[in-house]
């Protein structure tokens, strides 16, 4: 069994559990699992003991919840594994953990037991009815944790590609990209690229009927609630970041055209967005055909458009510059459509369940840049359900606080109740890492700045153990 790195400097007021407790409690666990009854007895009473520790330390002090992100992997099937997991979080104060469910393109569930189109994240011979999934919830359940199941979203991952047709499944942009041919070429050109992101066209019915098999599947563990991550587009690079063009946005697949050209209601309506998404622009010309070809209609309309009295007796160029003007306005409303529409497809069976559904985003994902731009992204979580949780992933770096309660404040001031945000917190106890103040410092600025707050998580063990995530990665069953 692996070990962790030395004890930190004991932070009671975040319900950190005192050095020599920690250790004895790992003692214990080690002979128990050697064969030693009486150890194993005392670690099982250390364990409730300490549960009992948290409970009452995490309603005396803010926050009243505390989370981790982890990750697990196959060797945490091994004997102790999972046992001393949890027990290195809850060491550190944490009353739950968001664990990862779905991403990289791997579920949690058993080989035995996954009606899904993604492999099983154990796939190694005489594990097949592994559930590391349900041993996470009840292990947790046991130290006075809640857990949560933690889902990448719009992001399928490689694997799904080998799946028949999907390929026509995947997010398209105006330029003839795939999300897939995207990340290839950022690759080509140096920029930063996650290799495991596959981004899928909301509005593909084939794929929302995927993810929903997931999510049932999910479900039927009784996590004590999901949050759903990459409810978004690809982020572009450099230039990139911002779509300022209606072929910068990924409404080209055929289901998001399909839909795209149904929101207009009349036939010139139609028409007219049909050739502004092949060109990418109108030309006078446009308006002139147009026009002809529907004559009984006054002017092109589409959903959210009213139709204007001075339409009729406008030159061609100032029908087309508000025609434009209008359609990049639709363009825009129409990619958030597609994020917030998945999200609610997604998000519907969980509510149902009658357990917490969370939505994972950038504070900055859903900015307008400019005069016409918007973050590539185009990630509208001002416009999520007020039921759902928010977790805003506030990674602002500016070598000190301010712009990380800044992010948060910006999400506190859209919420129509401040507790629905849940702040996500990169770093480390008790030292800097990546320009970013330690987990302590970010904490104690939060609190003074939004103490109603009730929920903190920080991403993500791994950082936390990066040793110790690295044996449970890389060992062999």
């Not at 692996?2 to 400097?9: E, I, N």
């Not at 596959?198 to 084939?206: H, L, S, W």
């Not at 459509?337 to 009658?354: E, I, R």
């Not at 917190?425 to 700045?449: F, H, K, S, T, V």
Request: charged share 20%.
């Amino acid at each position: 069994m692996g070990t962790s790195r030395p004890a930190q400097a004991q932070r009671p007021e975040f319900c950190h559990l005192p050095t020599h407790e920690v250790q004895q409690k790992q003692q214990l666990l080690v002979a128990g699992l050697r064969g030693d009854e009486r150890s194993m007895e005392q670690y099982e009473d250390m364990v409730d003991r300490h549960a009992e520790f948290l409970k009452d330390c995490r309603q005396q002090n803010w926050p009243q919840n505390q989370a981790i992100w982890v990750r697990l992997y196959p060797c945490d099937a091994r004997p102790g594994v999972m046992e001393q997991l949890f027990d290195m979080m809850v060491n550190k104060g944490y009353n739950r953990v968001y664990v990862e469910v779905f991403g990289a393109g791997q579920v949690l569930l058993p080989q035995a037991d996954n009606p899904t189109v993604w492999p099983s994240v154990v796939r190694s011979p005489g594990y097949e009815n592994q559930d590391l999934l349900a041993e996470a919830i009840a292990k947790g359940r046991e130290r006075g944790m809640k857990v949560y199941a933690w889902m990448f979203s719009m992001n399928f991952g490689h694997s799904y590609l080998q799946r028949s047709g999907s390929p026509q499944i995947l997010a398209r942009n105006g330029q003839g990209q795939s999300s897939l041919d995207y990340s290839r070429q950022l690759s080509i050109n140096g920029g930063e690229v996650n290799h495991e992101e596959v981004f899928i066209d909301p509005y593909n019915a084939q794929a929302r009927t995927d993810y929903y098999t997931l999510v049932q599947s999910v479900l039927r563990r009784n996590p004590d609630g999901m949050l759903f991550d990459y409810i978004r587009y690809p982020r572009g690079s450099g230039a990139d970041s911002v779509a300022d063009r209606v072929d910068d946005l990924w409404i080209y697949g055929s289901s998001a055209q399909q839909a795209f050209l149904q929101r207009a209601q009349n036939r010139s309506g139609q028409d007219i967005i049909r050739r502004f998404l092949q060109r990418g622009y109108l030309t006078n010309q446009d308006v002139v055909e147009v026009a002809s070809l529907h004559p009984g209609e006054p002017q092109p309309l589409w959903q959210s458009l009213e139709p204007t009295s001075s339409y009729g007796a406008a030159t061609a160029d100032q029908r087309r510059v508000y025609l434009q003007q209008n359609l990049w306005r639709l363009a825009i409303a129409h990619a958030f459509q597609g994020v917030v529409d998945f999200l609610n497809t997604a998000a519907a069976p969980v509510q149902s369940h009658g357990i917490p559904a969370g939505a994972v985003f950038f504070p900055e994902g859903n900015q307008f840049v400019g005069q016409t731009g918007i973050d590539s992204r185009v990630q509208p979580w001002d416009r999520f359900p007020r039921s759902m949780e928010w977790h805003p992933m506030s990674y602002a770096t500016c070598g000190g606080t301010g712009c990380i309660v800044s992010q948060i404040q910006r999400v506190v001031e859209q919420a129509t109740n401040p507790g629905q945000v849940k702040p996500v917190l990169a770093g480390d106890w008790g030292e800097r890492m990546n320009n970013r103040p330690a987990l302590e410092a970010q904490m104690l600025a939060i609190r003074q700045a939004a103490p109603q707050i009730r929920t903190v998580s920080h991403f993500a063990f791994s950082w936390q153990e990066p040793e110790y995530d690295r044996q449970r990665k890389f060992c062999e069953l």
